[in-house]
């Protein structure tokens, strides 16, 4: 069997996807190999000839349509031969030892059920939505409050993004973004994969939720980095300046499924553990923040 198969799903980020797969070419490998797999989600951008023409080693599963993230993952998920799975996005590129530090940490680490590394934007700075808290209410409050910016040392009012980590150090955190995500194939089958409600969004929270509720540690390792150009496939790339805006259409359809991603993470996993009250004020706040979010880009 393969070591690690490597998953990428792309939508309509042929030039990044290509930096990606050169640098996973590029990467050292475990001693059984790799196996990469594209997962194509019907791109109009050439990406899936581009794959084929540059990359023949590579397989490609070119979908009829745009599934979304989850589905696609699934997708790439299945036909994958490796003991371990690696879930990364199309516009990251990966270090020389970003594959096989973390692979060699999760093997010699049976109780760990995912693991990431240090994602960093191009200006240099840290990807902060890969080393982030559970959304529950207390921790969405202090957040969007600012209460967590004001007293980002303190862990009572930080625990949406735990900034007060060590982040040279490797250390334990509840969520980390598809982007980079490393997991036992066994425990991805045993979870039942990715949940395809969830089109682009939070459904990384969910995953590393029932990560956690198997019983498994999630693990950030600060000890590689990988580049990541941020939001290419939803059309909210984030890179240096000067970039042009992407449209009015795309930025309130990205906000629409941001809030429709809170909504049902919320009513799977908290909806039971809190009063109707708390519940009914979360839902009412989740939909207010993203009126105020759409109001804001229809202005702009």
């Not at 196996?35 to 794959?51: L, R, T």
């Not at 799977?268 to 105020?292: C, D, E, N």
Request: net charge positive.
């Amino acid at each position: 069997m393969t070591d690690l198969s490597v998953i990428i799903v792309n939508y309509n980020t042929r030039d990044l996807l290509d930096a990606c797969l050169a640098s996973v070419v590029a990467a050292q490998r475990p001693f059984h190999g790799i196996q990469i797999i594209v997962v194509d989600n019907a791109s109009s951008d050439g990406s899936g000839a581009m794959v084929q023409a540059k990359y023949p080693d590579v397989r490609l599963l070119a979908l009829d349509d745009n599934l979304g993230f989850a589905a696609a993952n699934n997708r790439g998920a299945a036909v994958a031969q490796g003991h371990t799975l690696l879930f990364l996005n199309s516009d990251t590129v990966v270090s020389p030892q970003a594959l096989i530090e973390p692979f060699h940490y999760l093997q010699s680490h049976p109780e760990v059920g995912a693991i990431t590394v240090k994602l960093i934007y191009p200006d240099g700075q840290r990807d902060p939505d890969n080393h982030r808290g559970f959304p529950t209410p207390w921790n969405a409050l202090c957040h969007f409050t600012g209460l967590g910016r004001l007293l980002p040392h303190k862990p009572q009012f930080n625990g949406y993004f735990q900034s007060y980590a060590d982040f040279n150090q490797t250390h334990g955190v509840e969520v980390i973004a598809g982007s980079f995500m490393m997991m036992p194939a066994a425990l991805s089958q045993q979870l039942g994969g990715w949940d395809e409600t969830y089109f682009f969004y939070g459904e990384d929270i969910d995953f590393c939720y029932r990560i956690h509720q198997a019983g498994h540690q999630i693990i950030y390792y600060p000890h590689v980095t990988v580049l990541h150009y941020k939001g290419a496939s939803s059309g909210l790339r984030k890179e240096s300046a000067g970039i042009a805006r992407p449209p009015k259409a795309t930025r309130i359809k990205v906000a629409k499924e941001s809030v429709r991603a809170m909504k049902i993470f919320y009513r799977k996993f908290y909806r039971r553990q809190y009063s109707p009250l708390i519940t009914a004020l979360v839902l009412a706040g989740i939909q207010a923040r993203g009126w105020l979010r759409i109001l804001k880009h229809q202005l702009t």
